[in-house]
């Protein structure tokens, strides 16, 4: 009973620790934005007039130009597929269904979620699936997120063997970094792929907040094939069962037992089920924050 309680302790302790670190970062980059759209705003007011008086100067000039020969039928054809491929690539980066510059509390990304289920989304692809789980593993701000709780670890002397220093330190965020990493890809890109599931949260996005919240809690449980039918979790679940045992092998040998394997494992699985109702729940907190704006 003991161990059972320490063990829930050390995972509310964990969630604790993401939520408070996300807060704090969300302060900086909300100031920056804000900087950067009035910059953004005033440079786009002076290139509208710089463009407006370039245009009329050049007119005349324009006009009496000789005009180009007809291009041929295949520079046609490859200019038509240049400009298939720019609104493309257009549309996957404004694509309202999965936002890719979307941060839950400007900090945290949240690349992996489908705002409007009713949509018709198509599945995504094996190099989709991995972009996707690099994106989340190499994010801008993974790296200082694993600094910070590598430095809480070596406060709690978090594998003692380890010792405190530089030295100790920098164990400590390389083992932190690769649980991100490794985590990441195993359950974004490598178990996806392998079993054909989808690893987007599939919001619900209406109704009371009861029936969202237990909605956002099955997800974790129940996923989506890549032909859009239910199916349990196994990329989630295996996934993470998989980072927590190849966490083991970079540390000490005191770590290597049961217990650290289950703690990280059970932490993990505790995360996304919180990370579930962040991802259901934020486009309202965000719509109403901009609406207040």
Do not use: C
Request: proline share 5%; no cysteine; net charge positive.
């Amino acid at each position: 009973m003991n161990r059972v309680s320490g063990l829930s302790a050390q995972i509310s302790a964990r969630i604790l620790l993401v939520m408070v670190v996300a807060i704090v970062f969300a302060v900086v980059p909300a100031s920056a934005r804000t900087q950067e759209a009035s910059s953004t705003t005033v440079a786009d007011q002076s290139t509208g007039t710089a463009q407006t008086t370039g245009t009329a100067q050049s007119s005349g000039t324009t006009q009496s130009t000789q005009m180009p020969p007809p291009a041929s039928a295949q520079d046609q054809d490859k200019t038509a597929q240049d400009k298939d491929k720019k609104d493309q690539k257009k549309d996957d980066k404004n694509d309202p269904n999965n936002p890719k510059n979307d941060r839950i509390f400007l900090v945290i990304p949240n690349y992996g979620t489908v705002e409007h289920p009713t949509a018709n989304v198509p599945p995504l692809t094996v190099k989709q699936k991995f972009k996707t789980g690099a994106e989340d593993a190499f994010d801008t701000y993974s790296i200082p997120l694993a600094g910070i709780v590598a430095a809480i670890s070596q406060a709690k002397n978090d594998d003692p063997a380890w010792g405190q220093g530089w030295g100790a330190y920098g164990k400590r965020y390389a083992a932190t970094y690769a649980d991100t990493v490794i985590g990441s890809f195993l359950t974004t890109g490598v178990y996806p792929s392998l079993l054909h599931q989808d690893p987007r949260y599939f919001r619900k996005g209406t109704g009371g907040f009861r029936n969202r919240s237990w909605y956002a809690l099955t997800k974790l449980f129940v996923t989506r094939t890549d032909a859009g039918k239910p199916q349990f979790n196994y990329s989630g679940f295996v996934g993470n069962a998989t980072a927590a045992a190849i966490s083991l092998t970079y540390h000490t040998k005191q770590e290597r037992n049961f217990s650290s394997f289950a703690g990280d494992y059970a932490t993990q699985i505790a995360i996304d089920a919180f990370a579930n109702q962040l991802k259901e729940f934020w486009p309202d907190i965000r719509h109403k924050f901009h609406k207040n704006k």
